[in-house]
């Protein structure tokens, strides 16, 4: 009997690959190293020089670059899944992003351009994936997406983000009930705050780590390995029973907000 957090044989997407310190490189390593294979995305060949070192770590597996707001990019993701596989396990949607003009100003003012723009990268695109993975997912599969709890709470500086986490999370909670009987289980992974570029658009982002570090039961931030073992822990039989699941990876910060 395999274990049941392993996931040899499992094959799967993992999208928005920055850097090493992205949690796209958790989720990879931690799923490279239960057993999965996968292709890993980035958003534009600007990247490459930050993206091409990491493959080792993650088992070098297929890079490819990929635009969520080009339909041709994702349609040619989810060819090459399912050339070399035909059929995917898993979705890792690991993406985000709102104009700094926007992000940095109140909700209130926010730009009809930037809550579109904002919404389409961070939420949509998630739909989109989940569109395509659905044929695939033919012996059922896990589609997880990242998210953070300035979705339920009002937190300083985390501005248009707020709203459209929010918009994801309920996104992936309809994802649950209507891909469900098909064997196909979502989740949102809500990580407390991490370093990483996404986040260094944020004001104040110090302060926030700080705080969220002190209020923590735990007294300690989130790592992108902690949220890797999570998204093993969801992806694999271990979580079998589980869809629906907004899932803090926080060190408990969000019970003390
Ligand atoms: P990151 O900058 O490493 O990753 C964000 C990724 O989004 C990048 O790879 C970027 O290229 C990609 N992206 C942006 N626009 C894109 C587009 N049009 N097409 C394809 N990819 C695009 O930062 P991260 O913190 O690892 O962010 C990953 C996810 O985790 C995001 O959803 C973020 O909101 C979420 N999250 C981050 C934190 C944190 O504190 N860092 C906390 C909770 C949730």
Redesign the pocket.
């Known amino acids: 009997m395999s274990h049941p957090f392993s996931l040899r044989n499992k094959v799967g997407i993992v ?5 090493e ?4 490189l958790g989720c990879a390593q931690a799923l490279h190293e239960q057993g999965a294979e996968m292709l890993v995305t ?2 534009s060949a600007s ?1 490459e020089p930050k993206v091409l070192p990491l493959a080792e770590a993650m088992g070098y597996p297929e890079l490819l670059p ?4 080009d339909d041709t990019q994702l349609d040619a993701l989810f060819d090459r899944a399912r050339e070399r596989w035909g059929r995917i396990d898993f979705v890792v949607h ?4 709102a104009p700094l003009e926007d992000l940095h100003g109140r909700v209130v003012d926010s730009s009809r351009e930037g809550f579109k723009l904002a919404m389409d ?2 939420c949509h695109s998630f739909l989109r994936m989940a569109r395509r993975a659905e044929p695939l997912m033919t012996e059922g599969g896990t589609l997880l997406c ?3 709890h300035g979705s339920q709470r009002v937190v300083d500086n985390y501005g248009l983000m707020g709203p459209v986490k929010a918009a994801l999370e309920s996104a992936m909670r309809y994802l649950a009930a209507e891909l469900g009987p098909q064997g196909i289980r979502v989740h949102a992974v809500s ?1 407390g ?2 370093r ?4 260094s658009s944020l004001e104040a982002f110090d302060e926030l780590l700080e705080k969220s570090e002190a209020r923590s039961p735990l007294g300690r931030l989130a790592s992108i390995e902690d949220v890797g073992n999570a998204v093993v822990y969801l992806t694999s039989p271990a979580g079998a029973a589980t869809t629906g699941t907004l899932l803090y990876i926080d060190g408990g910060d969000q019970i003390q907000y």
Do not use: E
């Not at 990483?196 to 986040?199: G, V």
């Open positions: 999208t928005g690959l920055a850097n310190d992205s949690i796209a980035y958003a990247d990929c635009d969520v707001q690991s993406i985000a992003f990268v961070s990242m998210t953070y990580a705050p991490i990483t570029r996404a986040a």
